[in-house]
């Protein structure tokens, strides 16, 4: 079992930034690729950002040039830095990690970005 542990949500102006944490425990090993997944309220669960263990990154359009997905495999540890944040990027934001066939989740972390 892995265990997925998020922080760093919370309530932002327009044009702000914050910066998601996702840390991992418990079998660890042979995690390949590790992400994040944002759901808005009344919609449906999309994915933001992946990361490969060996740091190769990929974005959806929306968030590219915006957001920022990086890890530190010694921490077992997935980031999300997220600048010039809108409205829209109101969501809960869901890490994630991919283990053989396995994929597993944390339990969500609210952000809000005011107008």
């Known amino acids: 079992q892995v265990q997925l542990v998020e922080s760093g949500g919370g309530l932002v102006q327009a044009g702000g930034s914050l910066r998601l944490s996702c840390a991992a425990s418990g079998s660890i090993f042979s995690i390949n690729v590790m992400g994040w997944y944002r759901q808005a309220p009344g919609k449906q669960r999309k994915l933001v950002a992946t990361v490969t263990s060996g740091g190769s990154a990929n974005y959806v359009d929306s968030v590219k040039g915006r957001f920022t997905i990086s890890r530190d495999n010694a921490k077992n540890t997935v980031y999300l830095q997220m600048n010039s944040l809108q409205p829209e990027d109101t969501a809960v934001y869901f890490c994630?990690?991919?283990?053989?066939?396995?994929?597993?989740w944390g339990q969500g972390t609210q952000v809000t970005v005011s107008s």
């Open positions: 994630y990690a991919d283990r053989t066939v396995v994929r597993y």
